[in-house]
């Protein structure tokens, strides 16, 4: 079957520092990745798209500066939350998909606390 | 852009009851898909239902597409089904999944 693994999981870091998370697809292609960010208020947020030889795509009030993303294969994908601060709290959710219209396939996230 | 809304936004049961969830989306989707997240925040993809209907154990979702709505019926809900309920939207053509505000379920004993 198709799985998402991230880690951490949980991850706990001093405002202004950084913090790394990685996400890897297991049976599938993940020729598409995206990140997201559920806030503490619930509300879900792309915060970037990232297509196999194709440019990364961030969404509003998301830099590439802030939040850079590699994907150099079709199984791994990371992303770096850069001087980390409050408003940076929160799940960030890995969603694999092997193409578009094909059903997306998410990972158990990884909770950013900042202190 | 995409707008997702679902209702109710919260549903409290007696376990063995129904359950009833709606989608409503404003544009054409590629996708949609129903996840369930844990009260840990696990998201875990229970049916991905663009068209028609789709049945798997206790859940049914129905999609009419041209009424851009979908519902999710939980049969028989159990104790375990309390979590939150999340519909998604692909765009047509750019795989952004568009999540709705999701619906808190709880069911008790």
């Known amino acids: 079957g198709a799985l998402v693994y991230q880690y951490p999981r949980r991850t706990i870091c001093k405002s202004g520092t950084s913090m790394r998370m990685e996400c890897q697809a297991v049976?599938?292609?993940?020729?598409?990745v995206a990140w997201y960010r559920q806030s503490p208020q619930k509300t879900f947020e792309l915060i970037a798209l990232?297509?196999?030889?194709?440019?990364?795509?961030?969404e509003q009030n998301f830099t590439q500066e802030k939040f850079p993303i590699s994907h150099p294969n079709l199984s791994f994908s990371s992303m770096t939350v850069l001087n980390a601060y409050l408003e940076d709290r929160g799940l960030y959710l890995c969603?694999?998909?092997?193409?578009?219209?094909?059903?997306?396939?998410f990972g158990p996230g990884t909770r950013l606390t900042v202190l | 852009g995409q707008q997702v809304q679902q209702s109710p936004s919260s549903l409290v049961l007696q376990e063995g009851e129904n359950a009833e969830l709606q989608c409503n989306f404003s544009?054409?989707?590629?996708?949609l898909q129903w996840f369930y997240q844990s009260p840990g925040g696990s998201l875990v993809s229970l049916l991905s239902?663009?068209?028609g209907t789709k049945h798997t154990g206790r859940l049914t979702s129905t999609t009419v597409t041209k009424e851009r709505r979908s519902s999710l019926h939980i049969s028989s809900s159990q104790t375990t089904d309390s979590g939150t309920y999340l519909c998604?939207?692909?765009?047509?053509?750019?795989?952004?999944?568009?999540f709705g505000d999701g619906t808190v379920l709880t069911v008790k004993p």
């Open positions: 969603g694999a998909t092997p193409g578009l219209g094909d059903e997306q396939y």
């Open positions: 049976g599938f292609q993940a020729t598409s």
């Open positions: 239902n663009p068209s």
């Open positions: 990232s297509t196999v030889n194709s440019a990364i795509k961030y």
């Open positions: 544009s054409t989707a590629t996708q």
């Open positions: 998604a939207i692909e765009n047509t053509n750019t795989g952004k999944l568009t």
